[in-house]
């Protein structure tokens, strides 16, 4: 089935840093990827998307690549700031059944100034 | 615009004790979802609904009830509490789009509610 695999946390880092969150898919068809962003004691809210291959989501100084050839969606952010901290989940949406998204496990980020 | 609310914040039930998980949205959206998220893992589903008088069962619907009487709200029902229904309970909604179902890529999430069954 349609599953999404994400780094473990948590992840510490000194503010300035460079982050990476690791993930991966297994889908049957052309899925859409999310990244969605929890921060402490409020819902997930969509972080930046990519709905075709070699496309590029980017919000907020982060960026992903929608990587078919490695079935992979890595989250990055050249600079972390401590407002950063918080819950980052990779999602999935299957074109054919776009109402349904398959979340990975999140990855606890916390930067400490 | 409060966006996606969900009552109450935290919870503690007992053994056989049955509650009701309120979820509103102020969007006119016309997808609603419960999602279950428990310790170290991904966000499942529960049920979901594609409008007023329309829900069906996601990945893990036993020992929950859902009804969707109008847009705004979309309540989960846990009958006879269970220690495996100790989870984080999210709600969220999407509005109208251009995808094959014709909702949108984003969902906007409530703030969760904590329920602890012992």
């Known amino acids: 089935g349609d599953s999404v695999t994400q780094m473990e946390g948590p992840v510490t880092l000194s503010e300035e840093a460079f982050l990476t969150i690791n993930c991966t898919y297994t889908?049957?068809?052309?899925?859409?990827l999310f990244w969605y962003v929890q921060y402490p004691g409020e819902g997930l809210q969509l972080l930046l998307k990519?709905?075709?291959?070699?496309d590029k989501g980017s919000n907020k100084g982060f960026e992903a690549t929608y990587r078919k050839e490695t079935t992979s969606f890595h989250l990055e952010k050249g600079s972390v700031q401590v407002s950063d901290s918080a819950v980052y989940f990779c999602?999935?949406?299957?074109?054919?059944?776009?109402?349904?998204?398959?979340f990975g496990a999140g990855t606890t980020v916390t930067v400490r100034a | 615009n409060a966006g996606v609310t969900q009552t109450p914040k935290f919870r503690i039930l007992k053994i056989g004790q049955s509650m009701t998980l309120q979820c509103a949205q102020d969007?006119?959206?016309?997808?609603m979802y419960w999602y279950r998220q428990d310790p170290g893992m991904g966000l499942k589903l529960i049920y979901y609904s594609v409008g007023a008088g329309i829900t069906d069962k996601g990945e893990v619907p036993n020992g929950y009830n859902v009804s969707r009487s109008t847009t705004e709200d979309f309540p989960l029902r846990l009958e006879l509490a269970a220690p495996s229904q100790t989870s984080v309970y999210f709600c969220?909604?999407?509005?109208?789009?251009?995808?094959?179902?014709?909702?949108?890529?984003?969902?906007?999430f409530g703030p969760g509610t904590r329920l602890t069954v012992t």
């Open positions: 969220a909604s999407s509005p109208p789009g251009t995808g094959y179902s014709g909702t949108s890529d984003e969902q906007y």
């Open positions: 990519a709905t075709k291959a070699d």
């Open positions: 999602a999935l949406k299957l074109a054919l059944n776009d109402y349904k998204l398959s």
């Open positions: 969007m006119n959206h016309n997808y």
């Open positions: 889908a049957t068809g052309y899925p859409s």
